[in-house]
Every structure is written in structure tokens, then in C-alpha cells.
């Protein structure tokens, strides 16, 4: 208690350090606060539900996939397929026969956008709302507030925000576009609903919808076994238990019911499952996107906390000598220092907490918003990362505090006093055997980034590898501070003169000093230099190579996001035209034939639906056996490198965990990124969500202009849409921006923090240099001639630490260069790493100059007695 209450004394005495070392630990908790509640976000994946919050539980079809069932060799791992599993409309029957179910009704989502009115021109729309049939309408609870409820096949009720944004109102005509057709519909009414709905809502006659939604073909005799009758299958089906059962016990008895059909059975926040399909399937990007970026902000973190804590407690070198010297116990003397670190350290971990849940909050809706994960995820933060990033700051901090006072704490009190006036010895031998870990595990990376891996996915190698080199080179960065300014000394002298002779000297006499200053400077660049060089890198990629597998000259879209199959026929009789495709994507697998899994990776392969009559027209693929215009029936075309020959028959694992026998047709030379299975877009079409093509690919014929034809062809079919090539470029580079911006967002956040951390240590290394400033003063120096000096000392800091970072910065962007792009030097404008430098140099200067003029303004007697 007496070290505590000394150490609480003691702090008002200390104010800079105390400032110093409580913005380290508040900043490094409140960034790896925040990366942890997006984790805890993506792993909890809450989904509230919303349109079917009425329902007591929630069954789906299963979309989980097991890569390697019965393989002895590979972990056990389960995916997410790309594509919505359908439900046998006749397990509505058996559902509605447990104990304890009061209803079951069958749910169908397709998209539908209501355009302009019937009387008005239909071209753009009014965005895109999902369609449903109005027997599902009672669970959000939807209550009409005009109207009436839906009869017969062309009436519907319109959503109020849906109703406000097209203008309809009761009895007026709209044009929906929906499943690849348009037509006018009557407005029956207008529902709202008794609660927040995230996507906006069409309800049809339950029929209607049935039809829509393709799920009427072939209905079985019975099938008819819920509301929304004459289906075959639904895409969900909502259960309303009785007021009196036991949710518990009617989820298990729905479970036995349906046991041995592909279905998950959903409850609580769960059921929102079934409202945002994508937030399972974004679950693990969210959760590896916050991994990766909250292990750097960690290492950042722990690093700079620790080279501040380190900072401050050798400045105190001569007061820890002093309270030895007067009988005080190194045992004491460390309790003292854990007892104030205690204090700053709680104190900034519970200041930070708010802010910390903000950043974290704000991250997530940014994150959000660009589609990295589903917005109807609920941001969760407990108190699990709040206490994972206090202990780790906490230990660290108090970690570093000890080190760094540990000459102190250990000498000989005769000997503390002359040896506080001495510079501190940094070489040890736990420093360089966690030097050479750092550097070897640097160069293990860069190793495996430029042997291993090809083109964008070498990031995922090539991020680690600058924080591993920064930490490496910081722990013996006296020594590389020692060199750089022997290297220096001669030029810099020769340009500055007195001031800089006198500066250089200072530099190689406090090596260790002022290497404490170049590391947050040498981090800071390193960190900034090689990630925005890895986005840029990998955007330029993406780029181009989606303007080399481009062939087509323009791109039909419809704005329910489906098109008819008929129109490509339509497209292809036109004036003109070389050639058209069908186009529509997914993501499958290819299964092993010994019924063992998938033998493709564990991200799949992507699936492409295409026309076998213009296939080759609208593609880049290089054939190199068999034909693309044998793309039909069940038939596929695979690339050279999935090891399939032309007449080989194999299982394909499609996105709706269906499978399908296909035989290979061709194999083709793929151009970098575009590695696909090529399917009849009548084979694949059927599996995906939306279960037609979604675009049409048109390849023009030497000097024709199909602009105007497709814009003829537009204007006759309402909600069809035409983007030619520019357009189709501009928007894929618009959309890599946004990809790209997130990446940009949080490397921005650790390359804050970094920049915070070398103001931090450069104020506080020249604040405590108050005592050498007026000794200067005594002996004649100016103060004019001082602050020269310390504007050569911090342009030498400045340009040590750039030096510094970009080695190691190259440890990544060299490697990373070479395996994406062939080449020696990364992508992207040389200002950025002009910024970056000139950033440096401002903050050094600024974080140098602004203490030392504040210092040189106290006497230089008073100064000359300070401590340092």
C-alpha cells in the first residue's frame, strides 16, 4: 500500500509521461476493442428476424456442406453453399401434424421491382423489393392501412415505403418486374408493418407468388399441404406454435418429424436466417476480415504500448537511482512501478470502452454497407473483448515497464547515480534471439508469398510479413541507428552546418534514444507503405483482369435481376449481333468419385452458366480439346489445371447441394482470374436463387453499333436495361474501389494509431530533455541555435525511420509483386509513398519542435536543475 499510495503521489509530478503513456494504452484498447466486437459480431451472427418474426420457428433447406466426409486425411469441414436449398412443400404436412403447431405457412421470396406506373415510362424503376405471397404477410405483422388483401393473379399490396416511393396509391396500375417477365398489376391495397423491416415488400395472391417464384411446375398430387397451395416446393416454412407449448420441445419434435431431409430448423435470432440468406454466407469473411486486421492492430498495439512504457521508464533512470540510493528495495521499487501502471492502465481501458464500442460500431456499418456483411446483423459487443484487450495492453504495458526500468531497479545503489547519467546498454541476448524469430519468420514469409503463391491471394501471406520484419528491425534498431548515422553524419553536416554537426553528434551519443524515436516512425511507414501498396497492387489485378476476360461490347440486365431464356434468341436475331449468351453464375464443387468429398478447394469452384451457341463469341476462354458449342444438355467445360479430360463424367455439387452427372466437353486456357466451370446456363440456372440467367452477353459484329439496336429492343420490354462496355468498366472498377476501401478503411485506423504512437514517443523523448537544453543555454547557445539543432535531429529521425520502414516495407511488396504480377515493383501512383514520407517528416518535426519550444521557454537555470 505505501508503493501505491507513492505511486499515485508521484504521477502529478510526471504529468508528460503520465500523458504519454495513458494516450498509448487508450488509443492501443479503444482499436483492439473495436476489432474484437466485429469479431465477436461475426462469430455470434445474430440476424433478428423481421418479416417472419410471427413465426415461432423457421425451417429452411440445408445449406451446410461436408468437404471430406470419411477421408482420414483432412480435418472435417463444413461450408456454405452459394445458393438457396427449396423445400419439399409436402414436409409442410408433416410439420403441421406435430403436437404443439398451430399453423405452417409455406414462404416464397423472389425479387420484384415495381417500375414506373402502367401509364407512365417503366425504363428505371423503383429498386428492388423482395415479392411474396400474402399469406406470409401476418407474421411480420403486416396490417393493410388501405385497401384490400390480394385476389386473383393480377393484384397486389404494396409495402408503405414501397407504395410512397413509386406513388401508387389503391387502384392504381403498376408494371412489376419479376422472374425474368413484366406485367401490370392492380394496387389492392397498402400494408405496413408493426415493427422495423429491412427490405421492402410486393405481396401477390398466394398463387401468384407460387407461380413467380417457379415453384408450381409439376406440383404433386397432395403438394398443397400449406398456405400458399398448388406449390412443389417453398422456400421456407414458417411454424406458429400453440400460446401453451414448449418451444424447446416443439423445435425437437419438428426436428424428428423432418429427420433424414436436408432442412435446418431455426429459432430465436436465428429465423432471421431465412429473411438474409447472406449473412451466413458472409459470416466467415466478416470473422477473418476482423481477424486479421484485430491480430495487426494487437501486434501494433502491444508494440507501441510497450516502446512508450519503455520510453518513460528510462527517462526516469536518475529518480529510480535516487529512491535506491535513500534505501529503497528493487522489490519496492517494482511494486511502485506495477502500482502506477495499474492505475494508468485501468484507468484508460475503462475510458475506452465507449469509444472503443463507437469505432467498433461504426467499422461494422461502414463494413456493412459495402457488402462485407449482411446489414440485418446485430452488432454485438460484450464484456469478452474488453477484457481480452485490457489484459493484453495491461501485461505489455506492465511488461515494458519493468524492462525498461530494470538497470534501475537492479544496480547497486553507489553505482545507479553515475550509471543514470550514462546511455542505457540496449544488447542482450533474449533482444537478439527474438530479433533473429521476428527476422527469420519475416523471411520464411516472403519465402512462401514468392515460391507458393499466385496472384491477388498472396496477400494473405504477404500482410504478416511487414509487421514481422518492422518488430525485428526495432529490436535491434540502436544498432541500425548507429549505422545510418555514421552513414549520415558527413552529408548532413556538410548541408547544415554547426547546427548539424552538433546534431549528429547528439545522435550517435544517445543511439538508443533516438533509436526509441525511430521505431513508431520506421512502424508507421513500413505498416502504411506496404498495405496501401498491397491494395492498389491488387485492385490494379482485378482490373485488369476483368478488362482482359471482358469480350463482350454490351450487357443486358433486367431490373428484377432474372431475364427470360427466350430473349437470347430474340438478342441473337437481331441486326448486327456476332453473338449473345445467357450468363449466370454460382459456386459449386467437384466431388471425388470415391464418394469422399469434394476435390476441389474449400472456397469451391466458381460455376458459369453460358449459351453453347455464343459461348465462344462472348468468352476469353482459351480452347485447347473439345468445343464450347457442345455445351449442352449435361455437359461442362472445365480449365486445363482441374485435372479433367474431354470425355471424363463426373459428379458436380451444385450451389443448392443438388448434384448433377456432367460429362467434359472442353478444356480451356483460363486468363488470370477467371477460372470456372463453363455449364448450359439451362443446366445451371434452375439451382441458383434466382432460377434464371441473369444477364445476356452481346458480342457485336465487326463495325456494328448494337446500342442503339439493344436501346430499341429495351424500350419495347419494360425493365430491361443495356450497358455497354465503358459503362460495364467503369462500374467493375467502382465496385473494386469499394472492395477496396474497406481494406484501405482499417489499415487507415493501425496507421493512425502508429502515427499517434511517433508523436507520442518523440514528444515525450524531447520533453525530457529539459536538463540538456539548459546546460546548452548556460554555455552560450541560443535559443534560435537549439532549435536548429532539433530540427536536424528530427529530419534525421525522419529519414532514418523512412529508411528503416521501407526495408520493411520491401520484405512484403517485393515478394507480393513478383507472385501477382511478374514483376519486381507493386502497383499503384508513386504519391502515395511520397504522402507517407511526407507524413513522417511532419510528424517528427511537429512532435520535436512543439515540445522543445515549450521546454526553452522555462530559464535555463530552473531547466538545468529539472530532471530529465
Given at each position: 500500500m505505501d508503493m501505491m499510495r507513492l505511486a499515485l503521489r508521484t504521477l502529478r509530478f510526471r504529468k508528460g509521461g503520465f500523458v504519454a503513456t495513458f494516450v498509448a494504452l487508450f488509443f492501443g484498447t479503444a482499436i483492439v476493442l473495436a476489432c474484437g466486437g466485429l469479431l465477436e459480431t461475426g462469430i455470434r451472427n445474430n440476424v433478428p428476424p423481421e418479416r417472419l418474426a410471427g413465426a415461432s420457428l423457421v425451417v429452411v433447406g440445408d445449406r451446410s456442406y461436408?468437404?471430406?466426409?470419411?477421408?482420414?486425411?483432412?480435418?472435417?469441414?463444413?461450408?456454405?453453399?452459394?445458393?438457396?436449398?427449396?423445400?419439399?412443400?409436402?414436409?409442410?404436412?408433416?410439420?403441421?401434424?406435430?403436437?404443439?403447431?398451430?399453423?405452417?405457412?409455406?414462404?416464397?421470396?423472389?425479387?420484384?421491382?415495381?417500375?414506373?406506373?402502367?401509364?407512365?415510362?417503366?425504363?428505371?424503376?423503383?429498386?428492388?423489393?423482395?415479392?411474396?405471397?400474402?399469406?406470409?404477410?401476418?407474421?411480420?405483422?403486416?396490417?393493410?392501412?388501405?385497401?384490400?388483401?390480394?385476389?386473383?393473379?393480377?393484384?397486389?399490396?404494396?409495402?408503405?415505403?414501397?407504395a410512397a416511393k413509386s406513388g401508387a396509391g389503391v387502384g392504381d396500375p403498376v408494371r412489376i418486374a419479376a422472374r425474368g417477365e413484366t406485367a401490370s398489376y392492380k394496387?389492392?391495397?397498402?400494408?405496413?408493418?408493426?415493427?422495423?423491416?429491412?427490405?421492402?415488400?410486393?405481396?401477390?395472391?398466394?398463387?401468384?407468388?407460387?407461380?413467380?417464384?417457379?415453384?408450381?411446375?409439376?406440383?404433386?398430387?397432395?403438394?398443397?399441404?400449406?398456405?400458399?397451395?398448388?406449390?412443389?416446393?417453398?422456400?421456407?416454412?414458417?411454424?406458429?406454435?400453440?400460446?401453451?407449448?414448449?418451444?424447446?420441445?416443439?423445435?425437437?419434435?419438428?426436428?424428428?418429424?423432418?429427420?433424414?431431409?436436408?432442412?435446418?430448423?431455426?429459432?430465436?435470432?436465428?429465423?432471421?436466417?431465412?429473411?438474409?440468406?447472406?449473412?451466413?454466407?458472409?459470416?466467415?469473411?466478416?470473422?477473418?476480415?476482423?481477424?486479421?486486421?484485430?491480430?495487426?492492430?494487437?501486434?501494433?498495439?502491444?508494440?507501441?504500448?510497450?516502446?512508450?512504457?519503455?520510453?518513460?521508464?528510462?527517462?526516469?533512470?536518475?529518480?529510480?537511482?535516487?529512491?535506491?540510493?535513500?534505501?529503497?528495495?528493487?522489490?519496492?521499487?517494482?511494486?511502485?512501478?506495477?502500482?502506477?501502471?495499474?492505475?494508468?492502465?485501468?484507468?484508460?481501458?475503462?475510458?475506452?470502452?465507449?469509444?472503443?464500442?463507437?469505432?467498433?460500431?461504426?467499422?461494422?456499418?461502414?463494413?456493412?454497407?459495402?457488402?462485407?456483411?449482411?446489414?440485418?446483423?446485430?452488432?454485438?459487443?460484450?464484456?469478452?473483448?474488453?477484457?481480452?484487450?485490457?489484459?493484453?495492453?495491461?501485461?505489455?504495458?506492465?511488461?515494458?515497464?519493468?524492462?525498461?526500468?530494470?538497470?534501475?531497479?537492479?544496480?547497486?545503489?553507489?553505482?545507479?547515480?553515475?550509471?543514470?547519467?550514462?546511455?542505457?546498454?540496449?544488447?542482450?541476448?533474449?533482444?537478439?534471439?527474438?530479433?533473429?524469430?521476428?527476422?527469420?519468420?519475416?523471411?520464411?514469409?516472403?519465402?512462401?508469398?514468392?515460391?507458393?503463391?499466385?496472384?491477388?491471394?498472396?496477400?494473405?501471406?504477404?500482410?504478416?510479413?511487414?509487421?514481422?520484419?518492422?518488430?525485428?528491425?526495432?529490436?535491434?534498431?540502436?544498432?541500425?541507428?548507429?549505422?545510418?548515422?555514421?552513414?549520415?553524419?558527413?552529408?548532413?553536416?556538410?548541408?547544415?552546418?554547426?547546427?548539424?554537426?552538433?546534431?549528429?553528434?547528439?545522435?550517435?551519443?544517445?543511439?538508443?534514444?533516438?533509436?526509441?524515436?525511430?521505431?513508431?516512425?520506421?512502424?508507421?511507414?513500413?505498416?502504411?507503405?506496404?498495405?496501401?501498396?498491397?491494395?492498389?497492387?491488387?485492385?490494379?489485378?482485378?482490373?485488369?483482369?476483368?478488362?482482359?476476360?471482358?469480350?463482350?461490347?454490351?450487357?443486358?440486365?433486367?431490373?428484377?435481376?432474372?431475364?427470360?431464356?427466350?430473349?437470347?434468341?430474340?438478342?441473337?436475331?437481331?441486326?448486327?449481333?456476332?453473338?449473345?449468351?445467357?450468363?449466370?453464375?454460382?459456386t459449386g464443387f467437384i466431388e471425388r468419385g470415391d464418394g469422399r468429398g469434394a476435390e476441389t478447394g474449400d472456397d469451391g469452384l466458381p460455376l458459369q452458366g453460358v449459351s453453347a451457341a455464343g459461348a465462344a463469341g462472348t468468352s476469353a476462354a482459351t480452347v485447347t480439346a473439345g468445343s464450347l458449342g457442345a455445351l449442352r444438355g449435361d455437359a461442362v467445360a472445365l480449365p486445363e489445371g482441374a485435372g479433367h479430360k474431354v470425355g471424363e463424367t463426373l459428379t458436380l455439387r451444385l450451389g443448392d447441394n443438388s448434384t448433377a452427372r456432367v460429362r467434359v466437353v472442353a478444356t480451356y486456357r483460363p486468363k488470370a482470374g477467371s477460372e470456372a466451370a463453363l455449364l448450359p446456363a439451362e443446366l445451371l440456372a434452375p439451382h441458383t436463387t434466382g432460377g434464371l440467367p441473369q444477364q445476356i452477353l452481346v458480342r457485336a459484329a465487326p463495325g456494328a453499333d448494337v446500342t442503339g439496336t439493344l436501346g430499341q429492343l429495351a424500350a419495347r420490354t419494360p425493365g430491361l436495361r443495356v450497358a455497354d462496355r465503358d459503362a460495364l468498366i467503369a462500374a467493375h472498377a467502382e465496385d473494386t474501389r469499394t472492395q477496396a476501401w474497406i481494406n484501405y478503411l482499417m489499415v487507415g485506423m493501425i496507421v493512425a494509431y502508429t502515427a499517434i504512437s511517433v508523436v507520442n514517443s518523440l514528444a515525450t523523448a524531447t520533453g525530457g530533455r529539459r536538463r540538456e537544453f539548459g546546460l546548452q543555454r548556460l554555455t552560450g547557445a541560443t535559443r534560435a541555435q537549439v532549435m536548429r539543432m532539433l530540427t536536424v535531429e528530427g529530419v534525421v529521425v525522419a529519414v532514418i525511420g523512412v529508411l528503416l520502414g521501407t526495408a520493411a516495407a520491401a520484405t512484403t511488396l517485393v515478394p507480393f509483386a513478383h507472385a501477382a504480377a511478374d514483376g519486381w515493383l507493386p502497383s499503384g501512383p508513386l504519391w502515395i509513398y511520397g504522402t507517407v514520407v511526407g507524413t513522417a517528416l511532419t510528424l517528427a518535426l511537429s512532435a520535436t519542435l512543439v515540445p522543445a519550444w515549450r521546454a526553452l521557454k522555462i530559464l535555463p537555470v530552473r531547466a538545468a536543475r529539472a530532471e530529465s
Open positions: 461436408e468437404l471430406h466426409p470419411g477421408d482420414p486425411e483432412k480435418k472435417s469441414e463444413r461450408v456454405v453453399l452459394a445458393e438457396g436449398v427449396p423445400l419439399d412443400a409436402a414436409l409442410a404436412g408433416k410439420v403441421r401434424g406435430v403436437a404443439g403447431v398451430e399453423r405452417v405457412v409455406g414462404d416464397v421470396t423472389f425479387a420484384a421491382t415495381v417500375l414506373d406506373g402502367a401509364a407512365g415510362p417503366p425504363a428505371q424503376g423503383h429498386g428492388r423489393a423482395q415479392g411474396h405471397g400474402w399469406g406470409s404477410a401476418g407474421l411480420a405483422p403486416y396490417a393493410l392501412e388501405r385497401g384490400s388483401a390480394p385476389v386473383g393473379a393480377r393484384q397486389v399490396v404494396l409495402d408503405a415505403a414501397t394496387v389492392s391495397g397498402v400494408a405496413r408493418a408493426r415493427g422495423a423491416v429491412g427490405q421492402r415488400a410486393v405481396f401477390f395472391s398466394d398463387g401468384e407468388a407460387v407461380r413467380l417464384a417457379g415453384a408450381d411446375a409439376g406440383a404433386a398430387a397432395g403438394a398443397p399441404t400449406a398456405e400458399g397451395g398448388g406449390a412443389r416446393h417453398f422456400d421456407a416454412l414458417a411454424v406458429v406454435a400453440r400460446p401453451d407449448a414448449a418451444l424447446p420441445q416443439v423445435k425437437a419434435d419438428v426436428g424428428r418429424v423432418l429427420a433424414g431431409s436436408p432442412v435446418t430448423v431455426l429459432s430465436g435470432d436465428d429465423r432471421g436466417f431465412a429473411e438474409y440468406p447472406t449473412a451466413m454466407e458472409r459470416r466467415d469473411d466478416l470473422i477473418s476480415l476482423s481477424a486479421v486486421f484485430g491480430g495487426m492492430a494487437v501486434m501494433v498495439a502491444l508494440f507501441v504500448t510497450a516502446g512508450t512504457m519503455a520510453l518513460s521508464a528510462a527517462q526516469r533512470r536518475r529518480e529510480l537511482a535516487l529512491l535506491r540510493a535513500i534505501g529503497a528495495t528493487p522489490r519496492q521499487l517494482r511494486r511502485m512501478l506495477v502500482a502506477e501502471t495499474l492505475v494508468i492502465a485501468v484507468a484508460a481501458a475503462l475510458l475506452a470502452w465507449l469509444p472503443g464500442q463507437w469505432l467498433g460500431e461504426a467499422l461494422f456499418e461502414r463494413l456493412a454497407a459495402s457488402g462485407v456483411t449482411a446489414e440485418a446483423v446485430e452488432f454485438s459487443q460484450g464484456w469478452i473483448p474488453l477484457a481480452a484487450a485490457g489484459g493484453a495492453v495491461l501485461v505489455t504495458a506492465v511488461g515494458a515497464g519493468l524492462i525498461g526500468a530494470r538497470r534501475a531497479v537492479r544496480t547497486r545503489p553507489t553505482e545507479a547515480l553515475a550509471d543514470a547519467a550514462l546511455q542505457q546498454r540496449w544488447v542482450s541476448t533474449m533482444r537478439l534471439l527474438f530479433a533473429v524469430l521476428f527476422l527469420g519468420g519475416a523471411t520464411a514469409l516472403a519465402i512462401v508469398t514468392w515460391t507458393v503463391m499466385e496472384g491477388p491471394a498472396a496477400a494473405s501471406t504477404a500482410g504478416p510479413t511487414v509487421i514481422c520484419a518492422a518488430i525485428g528491425l526495432a529490436l535491434i534498431a540502436p544498432a541500425l541507428t548507429k549505422v545510418c548515422a555514421v552513414l549520415l553524419h558527413w552529408p548532413v553536416s556538410a548541408l547544415t552546418g554547426t547546427s548539424g554537426r552538433l546534431a549528429m553528434l547528439n545522435s550517435r551519443a544517445r543511439t538508443v534514444q533516438v533509436a526509441a524515436s525511430v521505431t513508431p516512425v520506421m512502424l508507421a511507414v513500413g505498416v502504411a507503405t506496404a498495405n496501401l501498396y498491397v491494395q492498389t497492387t491488387s485492385a490494379d489485378l482485378v482490373e485488369r483482369a476483368f478488362n482482359e476476360n471482358l469480350r463482350a461490347d454490351a450487357v443486358l440486365t433486367s431490373a428484377s435481376g432474372t431475364l427470360a431464356p427466350s430473349l437470347v434468341d430474340q438478342v441473337r436475331a437481331l441486326p448486327g449481333i456476332a453473338a449473345a449468351s445467357a450468363y449466370v453464375t454460382s
